[in-house]
């Protein structure tokens, strides 16, 4: 099975955006540059890791 690396930065500004700035995914995308279901995927990953908040 092939993993996807994944930025730990791009997670943090995620999560920024997200849980300080109240920002939509669509919102979050649009700032960062990657799509909308990218961010979901990394909202999802941080809260089964428990990182979420």
Not at 15 to 36: E, F, V
Request: aromatic share 4%.
């Amino acid at each position: 099975m092939v993993m996807e690396r994944i930025s730990m930065n791009l997670v943090i500004d995620v999560l920024k955006l997200h849980y300080q700035d109240q920002c939509s995914n669509r919102g979050i995308a649009k700032r960062l540059g990657i799509s909308r279901p990218t961010v979901q995927k990394y909202l999802d990953l941080t809260k089964e890791g428990g990182i979420d908040q």
